[in-house]
């Protein structure tokens, strides 16, 4: 039986602090719930607080080698820098995800952009930024349907501290919503 | 009758192994070793049960030719490779035997660790103030002024205090002698021995051959007689003048507490573990 | 039926539960813990930290012991102390305290004492980039200590590949009896992929082989066939002298020359006599390559990537990539690049595995090994390989 080999690189980026790397791993869990093959790499500065970052998820039903990702299917930008940085690594039809709280000019005009100001919205909506990181990401698998719902929901569950579970699944509610109500005029 | 020291001594030592010793006549080293070994018999300890670890240098010679577990590693490090045996095996009585070069400058930041962390060791430093073994460098407890062969126009370091340096540190039995107290040496290892936690033991000892030649000593019998004139017990301390005092080597126990040691703490921690787990 | 559904999603669902994202570092540790490692000592540095931190959780919850050092220097030696008292002991570092830890591992090689040493690596000189890849470290983990000593260094190319590793470093550790060096890539260190569990329980332990003769006839260095001999500890009634000095079998100083040569060879021969047993190379579509890429680590991944998108272009390329870096697999080596025309050397440094290929083949002219190399802390990508693919083929 033959299938089509298929491969998705995902690169979430921003600034240290803004959980990236966390919900790369998210991703990468919901993605082993798929029985996907994963792997999910990261690169950072010595900063915990500040300073570039990024996290890398391989998504694909065959072996992965080469284990980062070169270009996008998806980018999410939460800072202006890694917007501008990593933009032009997109792949033709790659979608961007921005974070106009921090992303104020985008380079490229695409049909595939989608922009909201995702911090602004989790301090106002949720009451902390803290869960932009899956905010964001729930935005993301939305929009690309990458993974089920079910399957973000169980990597949630196995990867944030069970007191957070419940902040987070809250954002991830969000975040399916501001996806599906995205572009529609009030 | 009292039992002969002389044989005791011997009958610890590897006499088919590697005799003659390396050092030269006149060293404190033989001294330092036999009240080791006496210490060692006095207390019963099985041999087995005794390792002995040294680094570089004339006394960390020392484990070669006694019959206990022996290991003679690299320069310096002596107190982590004892870490690594008493921590295993929690039960092994580990002595280190180690100079004033190798405790103090290569290994300092090894014994101000193993001091802070009171691990059960008992570190017998063999304070010769000199490189003796490299042909008489000064080291970091050669006295202000001294010559060496890398201070011909005299040392212009100073000097540390092993003692303040182990106490500061945080070991909890600390004590001073000197190469000509043997049976007070012998004593002070005994207790250090005896003592569940970091014992540091500074024996003062002459190196006549190299130290004592570059800064006019005297032989082995005269330096042997300043250890004895140039010290005093820190419990005359008090009752003498301050003039009598001044500029002596001050020979006791300087500190000793009880405090928790770390194997037994790990113990706790492993068995609190264990609890919380069948919990 | 429905009985049947439930079955089934049951076994699904316990079959899914089995997978689990795991990071390199973490197989690392848990192939320790697998391997009967209960002995860490450790420094804190990046990208080694998270094995450090993993087994202060784990050992003392089975009764093992864990200490955090002052330094590296220390580590190393309090594992080789423990080692002599029966310990199977592991520490973990990266590039500057593996530069610390080199007099301490010809110790342990001198002394034939069994230990693991995992150096993950990052780009270097010096501090370098501490989270960035390199594999700078290829040379010095095989010749970082002064002497003249052999060594064992393995590197895998996979998280679960790293669990195998750790195991199989731990068990050479013991069989041959000397410090074994685990070289992770710091992309590895932290990537995380998704591993079997079943998958993780299919191994073996070697232990050290214990004497059997009475204490008076015990020879720390003893010589046997394959040079492997027992091996006592400390606190066993052998009471046996272990010296840095180059020594007799019996483990006391010597310098008569002929003892001295014994004792060499030995260190050599160990090795040498035991090829066989630990060159362990991958060979990726190699049938009927005519340009192979030799890589090893986080850079083989590239170049597989390079042969599979070459492959479907119909070029006919392969790639050779070796889990035992040393001993390198000379022979092996030589026989699977002898029908190619090009070689490839990829590697993230200067030309390490470079001079070693072209050592080996000499038949081959300079313009047929053509190095690709990258020392900026990025990756080698699989397009930069497939362009070098194309120039040469």
Same mark, same amino acid.
């Given at each position: ?10 690169r ?74 990593y ?15 921090g ?78 109500d995205y572009?529609?005029?009030? | ?8 001594v ?55 030719y ?16 004892? !870490? @690594? ?9 580990? =002595?280190?035997?180690?100079? %004033?070069?190798?405790?103090? &400058? #290569?290994?300092?930041n ?5 001091c ?6 008992t ?20 006295? !202000? @002024? ?9 040392? =212009?370091?100073?000097?540390? %205090?092993?003692c303040?340096? &182990? #106490? ?34 500074e024996i ?44 002596k ?31 | 039926m ?146 003249d ?13 790293s ?33 079997r ?95 192979a ?29 070796p889990?035992t870096?040393w001993?390198?697999?000379?022979d ?12 490839i ?25 053509v ?18 693919i194309?120039?040469?083929?």
């Amino acid at each position: 039986m033959s299938k089509t080999y298929m491969r998705k690189e995902i690169r979430l980026s921003g600034s240290g602090g803004q959980g990236l790397i966390l919900a790369g791993i998210i991703l990468a869990r919901a993605a082993v719930q798929e029985r996907y093959r994963v792997a999910q790499s990261q690169s950072y500065g010595p900063e915990s607080r500040g300073g570039a970052s990024r996290a890398d998820v391989i998504i694909s039903n065959d072996d992965i080698h080469f284990p980062e990702a070169t270009h996008f299917d998806v980018l999410l930008a939460l800072t202006q820098e890694s917007c501008d940085k990593y933009l032009f690594d997109l792949k033709d039809k790659g979608i961007l995800i921005a974070d106009t709280t921090g992303v104020k000019n985008i380079a490229l005009d695409s049909s595939n952009i989608y922009e909201l100001p995702f911090t602004d919205i989790a301090a106002e909506k949720l009451g902390t930024i803290l869960p932009t990181n899956i905010l964001s990401l729930a935005f993301l698998v939305r929009k690309t349907g990458l993974v089920s719902e079910a399957s973000l929901r169980k990597g949630i569950e196995q990867s944030v501290k069970p007191h957070y579970i419940k902040l987070n699944l809250k954002a991830m509610k969000l975040g399916f919503k501001l996806a599906d109500d995205y572009g529609k005029t009030d | 009758m009292k039992n002969q020291p002389q044989k005791t001594v011997h009958s610890y030592l590897r006499h088919n192994k590697k005799f003659p010793h390396v050092w030269c006549a006149g060293c404190s080293n033989g001294i330092v070793l036999g009240a080791l070994i006496r210490a060692v018999d006095e207390l019963g300890l099985g041999r087995d049960d005794v390792a002995m670890v040294s680094g570089i240098g004339c006394s960390s010679r020392m484990p070669v030719y006694v019959d206990f577990n022996t290991l003679h590693t690299i320069h310096g490090r002596a107190i982590p490779f004892a !870490t @690594g045996v008493k921590l295993h095996k929690p039960h092994l009585n580990v =002595i280190v035997v180690t100079g %004033d070069g190798d405790c103090t &400058a #290569i290994g300092g930041n090894h014994f101000i660790h193993a001091c802070r962390r009171n691990l059960d060791l008992t570190i017998v430093v063999v304070n010769n103030n000199i490189y003796g073994m490299t042909g008489g460098q000064f080291s970091p407890t050669t006295p !202000t @002024g001294d010559i060496a062969t890398t201070s011909p126009h005299g040392n =212009i370091d100073p000097v540390f %205090d092993i003692c303040d340096l &182990a #106490i500061g540190a945080g070991a909890t039995f600390v004590a001073r002698s000197t190469a000509f107290h043997s049976l007070e040496s012998e004593e002070f290892i005994k207790r250090g021995l005896e003592h569940k936690g970091m014992s540091v033991i500074e024996i003062v000892s002459a190196c006549p051959v190299i130290y004592g030649r570059l800064n006019k000593k005297g032989g082995a019998p005269e330096m042997m007689k300043q250890m004895r004139d140039n010290s005093i017990p820190v419990k005359a301390l008090d009752k003498l003048p301050p003039e009598k005092t001044k500029g002596k080597l001050v020979r006791g126990i300087l500190k000793h507490v009880e405090k928790d040691e770390y194997t037994l703490r790990y113990q706790r921690l492993v068995d609190s573990l264990k609890q919380e787990e069948s919990k | 039926m429905p009985k049947k559904t439930t079955k089934k999603t049951t076994k699904k669902t316990e079959e899914l539960d089995s997978i689990v994202l795991m990071q390199g570092n973490e197989a690392v540790a848990r192939g320790a813990v697998d391997a009967g490692v209960n002995f860490f000592a450790g420094y804190p540095i990046t990208p080694s930290t998270e094995i450090a931190e993993i087994l202060s959780r784990e050992l003392p919850l089975r009764g093992a012991a864990f200490i955090q050092m002052e330094d590296e220097i220390a580590s190393i030696c309090a594992i080789i102390g423990a080692s002599l008292a029966g310990a199977k002991a592991m520490t973990a570092t990266s590039g500057p305290g593996f530069s610390l830890m080199q007099e301490a591992i010809g110790y342990a090689k001198i002394t034939e004492t069994p230990c693991v040493v995992v150096n993950v690596m990052r780009a270097g000189p010096s501090t370098g980039l501490p989270t960035s890849p390199s594999q700078g470290d290829i040379m010095q983990s095989r010749w970082g200590s002064h002497g003249d000593a052999p060594a064992i260094v393995l590197y895998p190319d996979s998280v679960k590949e790293s669990y195998e590793l750790a195991i199989r470093a731990v068990n050479l550790s013991e069989k041959y009896r000397t410090c074994v060096v685990l070289l992770l890539d710091e992309v590895l260190g932290h990537m995380r992929e998704a591993v079997r569990l079943p998958d993780l329980r299919k191994h073996r332990v070697i232990n050290r082989i214990k004497p059997t003769v009475p204490p008076e006839w015990y020879k720390h260095y003893d010589e046997n066939q394959k040079y492997l001999s027992p091996v006592a500890s400390f606190g066993e009634g052998y009471r046996f002298h272990v010296t840095g000095l180059a020594h007799d079998a019996t483990g006391f100083p010597t310098g008569r020359p002929a003892e001295v040569a014994d004792m060499m060879a030995r260190l050599k021969k160990k090795i040498t006599s035991n090829i066989r047993d630990l060159v362990q190379i991958e060979s990726f579509h190699m049938e009927d390559a005519k340009i192979a890429i030799f890589a090893a680590g986080i850079t083989a991944r590239s170049a597989k990537s390079a042969v599979m998108m070459a492959r479907a272009e119909g070029l006919k390329v392969g790639l050779l990539r070796p889990l035992t870096i040393w001993p390198f697999p000379d022979d092996a080596v030589r026989k699977m690049l002898k029908n190619v025309e090009t070689v490839i050397v990829a590697e993230l440094n200067q030309g390490q595995f470079l001079r070693e290929i072209a050592r080996l083949i000499k038949d081959k002219d300079d313009s047929d090994i053509v190095p690709v190399r990258r020392v900026d802390g990025e990756l080698i990508t699989p397009a930069q390989i497939l362009r070098i693919i194309k120039e040469v083929n």
